[in-house]
């Protein structure tokens, strides 16, 4: 197993299969830009090893994701530049190559819900809430959301996510089309590793052009993804976000 970003991302090579897993758990795997680094190197390096045919996610047990690191929002808000790394990290996403699954058990907040819009097939557990509260901090969806979720959810039911900030229970999401499937806790990891067997064992380029042909075409969601970005980083150090961070994280405290 190998072991990026000081331990907080674990990658492990099973059979065909890699394996990413955010290890932050004493913060709930909020993501810091190594973080993001770490996870873009790691889908590049498996999209370039021939002998890998499928990338799956993992969290740790109660939180898959509370999303990015409100310290390094903080940084920006005050007066930082933004991270490269994240930036670098969604566009990996959008351009990689080969599946990606992801096993969602439990606080999926931000980045921990967009990151599953790019997979191919995510199961949750019945105590998952899927959030995107980036309006309560003054902030602009990211990760092409404001367009994927529209095209999976519907308009208003997107708006309801990225504008009001409501969360989607485990099997709402499932109904709507959002996730493939609802398994028991300890079921999760099972369950998504034997589906990503069995996508690593078809043949390869029959499944590459099918999921080619499913997915939202590539350049309307990188396009997406650098608009969002745009807005994202002036929204960053405005007033507002400055005094919704500000506020969240005195609340923490």
């Known amino acids: 197993m190998g072991t990026l970003a000081d331990g907080q991302i674990l990658v492990e090579r099973r059979g065909a299969v890699q394996v990413i897993r955010m290890n932050r758990p004493e913060k709930k795997n909020a993501l810091t830009s190594a973080m993001y680094a770490a996870i873009a190197a790691a889908l590049q390096s498996g999209d370039a090893d021939p002998q890998i045919a499928a990338h799956v996610f ?26 490269p790394e994240v930036w670098d990290f969604l566009l990996t996403l959008v351009r990689c190559e080969k599946p990606m699954l992801s096993g969602v058990d439990g606080i999926a907040v931000g980045i921990g ?3 599953n819009l790019h997979c191919d097939l995510t199961f949750a557990t019945p105590r998952t809430v ?4 980036f309006v309560d901090l003054g902030l ?8 994927l ?8 039911q997107a708006f309801a996510m ?7 229970t485990a099997e709402k999401a499932r109904a709507a089309g959002m996730i493939y499937d609802v398994v028991p806790e300890d079921a999760l990891e099972a369950a998504v590793l034997a589906a990503a067997d069995a996508v690593a064992a078809k043949p390869r ?4 052009a099918t999921r080619d042909l499913l997915r939202a075409p590539r350049e309307a969601v990188a396009e997406r993804v650098s608009q969002e970005n745009e807005i994202f980083r002036r929204r960053l150090k405005s007033d507002e976000a400055r005094a919704a961070l500000t506020a969240f994280t005195n609340r923490k405290k």
């Open 140 to 147: 602009v969806p990211e990760a092409a959301s404001s367009l």
């Open 58 to 83: 993992f969290g740790v047990p109660g939180a898959f994701s509370a999303g990015n690191d409100l310290t390094d929002f903080m940084a920006v808000a005050t007066g930082g530049e933004g991270s």
């Open 162 to 168: 990225l504008g009001l900030g409501e969360g989607l």
């Open 205 to 208: 380029g029959a499944l590459k």
């Open 149 to 156: 979720l529209p095209m999976v959810l519907g308009r208003q």
């Open 130 to 133: 899927f959030r995107t509260p």
């Open 113 to 115: 819900t967009t990151l």
